[in-house]
């Protein structure tokens, strides 16, 4: 359990339906600390959603504006930031975040990832094919490069505020 004051930001990285927003506002909530949501962050400074970024402007621009994203919130201190799935897989962004920042890899089975995205259509990767296969890929791709986030914490099909208890229990 947490028996310091946290010196650095808490990052949460994972797959897409990991729980990264759900988890991270409701952690943030009980740390007294501030939330923010890296995709939101960038849809704000673009004026427009994820998937019209993606649709618009392309994924490099989307790339782009999430790195710029991630090292303003990284400097502006504490707080908990949740990241999109694949911002933690750049490598710029990754040391930035490997330096500054305790990072948390919330690690799903394909088939959980599979059940929360499908309930909404908002990400333009999952609309590429089948989600199952996508998300298979996905992560043989991106596992290996979340096991180096400081802290791993399983998410299972328990309720965000039952997922922030693990996470506390683990920093
Ligand atoms: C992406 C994940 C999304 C969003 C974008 C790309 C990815 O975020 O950033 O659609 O590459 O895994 P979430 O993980 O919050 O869904």
Redesign the pocket.
Known sequence: ALTRPLDRPVVLV?????G??AVGRRLAARLGLTFA???HE?EAAAGRS??AI?AELG?PA?RDG?RRVIARLLDSGRGVI??????F?DPQTRAAVKERAISIWLRADVDLLVKR?SRSS?????KRGDPFAILTD?AAQ?NPIYAEADLIVDSVDISPERMVDRVLAAL
Not at 122 to 126: D, F, I, K, V
């Open positions: 994972g797959l897409m339906g990991a990264k927003t949501d890296a995709d960038i994820v998937a993606f994924e989307f999430e949740a990241t999109g799935g694949g911002a897989v995205t908002r990400r333009p990767l999952l996905l991106r």
